[in-house]
């Protein structure tokens, strides 16, 4: 059900992911969609167990060391470790339903993805009743095929979404949740595959991520490939 009424609701962002490691891909995106939905907020939710990809590379608490450190200058940042403390694995259905009750009625949330994640959203666990709970705002990905018009979507996803699509940041501010808004934002190549990468061949990832970040992996020797004896 899509709930519209005249009311000007306060947006804030919500950003999940595993975060293997955070880099400036994913800090230049966030950066960007507090401009363009005008978000009072952002909030980073680091996944504990995903269910949907292979796990991590790093553990779930020095993910969340490194995102700490990422985004500790940005007052608006929030790092969220809820599904880290979570038991199980981590379903966004149950986040967003705690997030739900715990802001205020005049709050509306935005559910950032790529594009590249929205394409299996309807393999996620409950992943109508998100609808019920947000709007999802989709950004695109270097190499994706863009959403717009649902083209390339699944048939069950296409028919749910093609009432829901907002043309203009101002119709989520009308709406406590149920709209799905495209937008444009500077996509950097960035991976934290080739990051991975990088590491494990002794290669730079200077400019890539954070220095803060690349010091806590090289102090805590993470990525690195395991010596056999």
Known sequence: MLAVDKTDYSL???YGGTFDPIHYGHLRIAEEFIDVI???????????????????GASKYHRVAMLRAAIQDNVKFILDEREIHRPGESRSVVTLRELRREFAENFALCFLMGVDVFLKFAEWYCW?????????VIVGRPGYISTMN????????????????????SELKRASNGLVLTVTTTMLDISA??????????????YLLPDTVLE???TNHLYFPKIRI
């Open 128 to 136: 109508q009743e998100l609808f019920e709970l947000c709007h999802i």
């Open 12 to 14: 804030v962002g919500i």
């Open 193 to 206: 595959t080739a990051i991975r990468a990088n590491i494990a061949n002794k290669k730079s990832n200077r």
């Open 216 to 218: 806590y992996i090289e």
């Open 150 to 169: 649902n083209i390339g979507l699944p048939q069950e996803l296409a028919q749910e979404v093609i009432h829901r699509q907002a043309s203009h940041v």
């Open 38 to 56: 005008d978000l009072c907020k952002l909030c980073f939710i680091p996944s504990g167990s995903p269910r949907l990809r292979q796990a991590p």
